[in-house]
């Protein structure tokens, strides 16, 4: 099965991460960012240090320091985590899939976790926004690198069991005096359908590593597009992440499912995922048309998954975030 056709690709135990213990104050974090830098970077001056705040983030507030420029080398990307998201979000299993990408050439260094948050490298490029998921030399790049993410297995020797079940049903019992009965009891079928030996078969098994929280950065001058957000990564369906990819073509901010991509598209941008995740586990590149048909069916499925999950998720930051954003229009109409 595929999990031993990995064995080449298995990392085992990460090493430990430093811990500083320090306390970011949300509304005036600079004092913190600050102690933070003077452990990670001592060798600048504390007068230079320039910080700048990123706001394409939902969850959690990011913070670029640096000195000079943003696209200088060194600079830090500290992550002060969203308010009440430890309820749901793993943040030993985002820091351990921190490791897992690096080392695999995936993802940035991580640095430090601290008492609210956590210090990584910060990627050069430009956020992909919805035009370019749609360019063929940007899809194909985004399907390539998914394969090769697909391709990791994690801990030897190890039944891989899908995070999506496990997830879902925790964010259901978080949530459930703010939704209906008739939505809780949703659950069951449809987990009963995706994980019918009819769907999911050993081609699209639960052993990929899926940032389930998509941003990319493309840098224009290596062609390279990097996965950067893990806070959601763990084993999962492959079939769920690409559906769930998929999804994220119509948009965040402004929702518009006409810009869901085509057959056609999908068809291409699987094939080069199907090239990229083959390759990485030393199979027999060739594609036939009916692998494409057989995992385009799956990744169909998945995608309707996917709005449920994130539906699901919607209803927790509505309640607990401190972001300015209306989560509460993801979920209603």
Known sequence: NMLQRMDSHCVGAEDQLLHLDIYV????PRGGILDLLSRLRPQWRTQDIQMKTFTEGITNQLT???MGSLQEPGCVLVRLYGRMTELYVNRDREVEMFQVFHAHGCGPQIYCSFQNGICYEFVRGAVLDDELLHQPSIYRLIAAEMGKIHSIQHKCNLPAEPLLWTKMSQFLSLAQDSISNCTVSLILPIKRCLSSRACIN???SCSSCCPGNHCYFSSPL???VKFIDYEYADYNYQAFDIGNHFNEFAGVNDVDYSLYPGQELQRDWLTAY???YKHSTGCEVTV????ITQLYIQVCKFSLASNFFWGLWAILQAR???IDFDFQRCVLP
């Not at 036939?288 to 692998?291: A, D, I, K, L, R």
């Open 25 to 28: 104050d949300e509304q005036n």
């Open 64 to 66: 670029g320091c640096f």
């Open 202 to 204: 050993s081609s699209c």
């Open 222 to 224: 290596s062609g390279m």
């Open 274 to 276: 199907l090239e990229s």
């Open 288 to 291: 036939t048309e009916g692998e």
């Open 320 to 322: 607990y975030s401190s």
